[in-house]
Nanobody, 124 residues
Framework: QVQLVESGGGLVQAGDSLRLSCAAS????????MGWFRQAPGKEREFVGV??????YYADSVKGRFTISRDNAKNTVYLQMNSLKPEDTAVYYC???????????????????WGQGTQVTVSS
């Protein structure tokens, strides 16, 4: 069992940066692929990116602006968000996948554990 707790959300202006954190419980954190998803009001949850060991993959909408990293000693994964846009406004979720399948990385059903989410609001 893995418990995930996100933090770092808030209200920022367009062009600003924000770093989200996701703290995980469990002794096998390093073996999990850690993903970030987001859900805007009235929209489906969408894939943002994932880190598997040291490899990272991103959605096209955030590529070049967002960076995922992890600190296995702290059982924490980060989402650094730069050049934020109003369309980045959403609740951001981290998720853990025990088995990583590259072809299914976009699918929320591939992830076994989820955090409660943290709100990010970007004003124009």
């Amino acid at each position: 069992q893995v418990q995930l707790v996100e933090s770092g959300g808030g209200l920022v202006q367009a062009g600003d940066s924000l770093r989200l954190s996701c703290a995980a419980s469990g002794r096998t954190f390093s073996s999990y692929a850690m993903g970030w998803f987001r859900q805007a009001p009235g929209k489906e949850r969408e894939f943002v990116g994932v880190i598997n060991w040291s490899s990272t993959y991103y959605a096209d909408s955030v590529k070049g602006r967002f960076t995922i990293s992890r600190d296995n000693a702290k059982n924490t994964v980060y989402l650094q968000m730069n050049s934020l846009k109003p369309e980045d406004t959403a609740v951001y979720y981290c998720a853990a996948a025990h088995v990583f399948r590259y072809s299914s990385r976009y699918s929320s059903s591939e992830y076994d554990y989820w955090g409660q989410g943290t709100q990010v609001t970007v004003s124009s």
